[in-house]
């Protein structure tokens, strides 16, 4: 599955022209004056000049050069999104994407996550959906997301480059590089306090508090991919639509900890920035804050859950209740019930219901979650395998995702109606597997397997019947050996070379295409 995941089965990036529609409420710009106010301007205003006169060389060495701690004060004292024009201090080493091409191609390779545009995927985030893919790969391609932290950053790449150039005034702790074609964007999610400066091309913004949309706007944004929201936020009633920002090159859009937002690059993009992780935000601050916040309740829930399970359990069961639709919330309530070491009856009813709630989606989403639910199963799996009294759970925790993972995978194995010859599939293990599929010989849907590893049967399913007649090479006549797989009756049969020469299975197989007869006689 994962396999399939990362190199055949990514889900769609539609690059779409959307109808536009009424805009939502708007945010004023705010001046750089009423910005170092909100940012606390006397510990930010002395930094900056401590900045500038050590860059000219006049600093006395009397002088304390130390920087304000970034998690108390400055961008995370804000609770309210703002665009404002790219500070002076602020020289970004790439102004447009033109610019960034040949140091892609020449400079240390970083990870990048690439569909974000899929609302599932933005909810995993890009720490988690790295997909393998280097930012050197995937650049030319489509919409590339990377986030790094400045202790992970190789000196001369492109995130060190921009890393540099970002003023320490500015600075959370991980640099951000976001680009793409246009046309895309990212879907409904939220994160840690951020910023991010836009160097080319024109991305709209929408945003709705902690709370998240209202019930009528959940439903239609939620699970809407970031090609499609243009359009489905301008068909919601204007009390329900979000504010909307229309973010032009040079200028800067801070979103606070918390808030939902998605994007939507109008036209090919190349903006800059910087973000703080949930583990930098003062979590139970902000739930007291926001106690309607479903985010707010999730990170609570994982901090209080070793010290008061009680209450970790009612908040993460409210965050479920608060965002149905959120499957990263429900994935974690899993690993979370085994962190807590309960009885594993409620964990298996949890896995249950998710199961079934994710086959409710299409295919390509459900491989976004299964990609991360499936082996949290397994940790539940193994946590209780040395334990005969609790192996029940195992067996039917086991079932019921074996159940999903084939459902979901067999289109596309061997003998699958989406099965494709060119499929990146790993084809040792697919050789073990057994499932129900058609097929190739006798064109019936039983179990089987798909053929031999490395042999030219190794991309055809073969149900166990046609395999075992043609393992034995048992002819009708007695004879074993060389000869042909052929049909009698509707059933396999093994036909040694002197009996298919005399023409035996001609008339079985008169029901067959020529290719499939052509295939018996190279078989």
């Known amino acids: 599955m994962l396999q399939l995941h990362r190199n055949d089965f990514k889900p769609e990036c539609a690059l779409a022209t959307p109808k536009r529609g009424p805009s939502g409420t708007t945010l004023r710009r705010v001046s750089e004056s009423e910005l170092w106010k909100m940012l606390g301007q006397a510990g930010w205003q002395r930094l900056v000049n401590l900045e500038l006169r050590l860059t000219c060389g006049v600093l006395d060495s009397s002088e304390n050069a130390s920087t304000p701690?970034?998690?108390?004060?400055?961008?995370?004292?804000?609770?309210?999104?703002?665009?404002?024009?790219?500070?002076?201090?602020?020289?970004?080493?790439?102004?447009?994407?033109?610019?960034?091409?040949?140091?892609?191609?020449?400079?240390?390779?970083?990870?990048?996550?690439?569909?974000?545009?899929?609302?599932?995927?933005?909810?995993?985030?890009?720490?988690?959906?790295?997909?393998?893919?280097?930012?050197?790969?995937?650049f030319s391609k489509g919409n590339c997301f990377s986030q790094l932290g400045a202790n992970a950053l190789e000196?001369?790449?492109?995130?060190?480059?921009?890393?540099?150039?970002?003023?320490?005034?500015?600075?959370?702790?991980?640099?951000?590089?976001?680009?793409?074609?246009?046309?895309?964007?990212?879907?409904?999610?939220?994160?840690?306090?951020?910023?991010?400066?836009?160097?080319?091309?024109?991305?709209?913004?929408?945003?709705?508090?902690?709370?998240?949309?209202?019930?009528?706007?959940?439903?239609a944004v939620a699970l809407c991919p970031a090609s499609q929201l243009p359009e489905v936020i301008s068909h919601l009633s204007p009390k329900h639509r979000p504010i909307e920002i229309l973010q032009q090159p040079g200028d800067v859009v801070f979103v606070p900890a918390l808030w939902w937002h998605a994007t939507y690059d109008e036209e090919p993009t190349l903006g800059i920035g910087s973000q703080f992780s949930m583990a930098e935000v003062d979590i139970l601050q902000c739930q007291e804050k926001h106690p309607d916040s479903a985010f707010a309740q999730y990170h609570a829930a994982c901090e209080l859950h070793k010290t008061q399970e009680s209450k970790a359990r009612l908040l993460f069961e409210a965050a479920i209740e608060s965002e149905p639709l959120n499957f990263y919330f429900a994935t974690n309530q899993v690993l979370f019930y085994l962190n807590m070491v309960l009885h594993p009856r409620p964990t298996l009813e949890i896995i249950t219901r998710l199961m079934t709630k994710i086959q409710q989606l299409d295919a390509r989403r459900q491989?976004?979650?299964?990609?991360?639910?499936?082996?949290?199963?397994?940790?539940?799996?193994?946590?209780?395998?040395p334990h005969d009294r609790l192996l029940k759970y195992s067996a039917e925790a086991t079932n019921c995702a074996w159940g999903a993972l084939?459902?979901?995978?067999?289109?596309?194995?061997?003998?699958?109606?989406?099965?494709?010859?060119?499929?990146?599939?790993?084809?040792?293990?697919?050789?073990?597997?057994?499932?129900?599929?058609?097929?190739?010989?006798?064109?019936?849907?039983?179990?089987?397997?798909?053929?031999?590893?490395?042999?030219?049967?190794?991309?055809?399913?073969?149900?166990?019947?046609?395999?075992?007649?043609?393992?034995?090479?048992?002819?009708?006549?007695g004879s074993t050996g060389p000869g042909q797989l052929g049909m009698l009756a509707g059933r396999a049969q093994w036909y040694c070379a002197r009996c298919w020469a005399e023409g035996k299975p001609a008339k079985q197989l008169s029901h067959l295409s020529d290719s499939h007869v052509r295939w018996e006689l190279v078989d």
Not at 93 to 118: G, H, I, M, N
Not at 176 to 200: R, Y
Not at 437 to 453: L, Q
Request: charged share 20%; glycine share 8%.
């Open 69 to 138: 701690d970034a998690t108390q004060d400055g961008w995370q004292g804000l609770s309210d999104p703002l665009v404002f024009d790219a500070p002076r201090d602020l020289k970004l080493p790439y102004a447009c994407r033109e610019e960034l091409l040949p140091k892609a191609t020449s400079s240390a390779s970083f990870q990048t996550a690439t569909v974000l545009c899929d609302p599932l995927a933005a909810q995993f985030g890009p720490s988690m959906l790295g997909d393998e893919r280097s930012f050197q790969e995937a």
């Open 155 to 219: 000196p001369g790449s492109i995130p060190s480059e921009c890393w540099r150039s970002i003023p320490a005034w500015m600075r959370c702790s991980m640099v951000v590089v976001s680009t793409g074609p246009g046309g895309s964007g990212v879907a409904f999610h939220k994160h840690g306090t951020a910023w991010l400066a836009l160097q080319q091309g024109r991305k709209r913004w929408w945003l709705y508090p902690p709370q998240g949309p209202p019930k009528e706007a959940y439903d």
């Open 406 to 477: 084939l459902k979901l995978l067999q289109p596309m194995l061997p003998g699958g109606k989406d099965f494709r010859l060119g499929s990146s599939l790993p084809w040792p293990v697919l050789g073990m597997l057994e499932y129900t599929s058609k097929c190739f010989h006798c064109n019936a849907t039983e179990r089987g397997k798909a053929g031999e590893p490395g042999s030219v049967r190794a991309h055809r399913f073969f149900c166990f019947h046609c395999a075992k007649v043609r393992d034995a090479a048992r002819c009708r006549c």
């Open 367 to 385: 491989m976004i979650v299964q990609r991360f639910f499936i082996p949290t199963v397994c940790n539940f799996v193994e946590w209780h395998l």
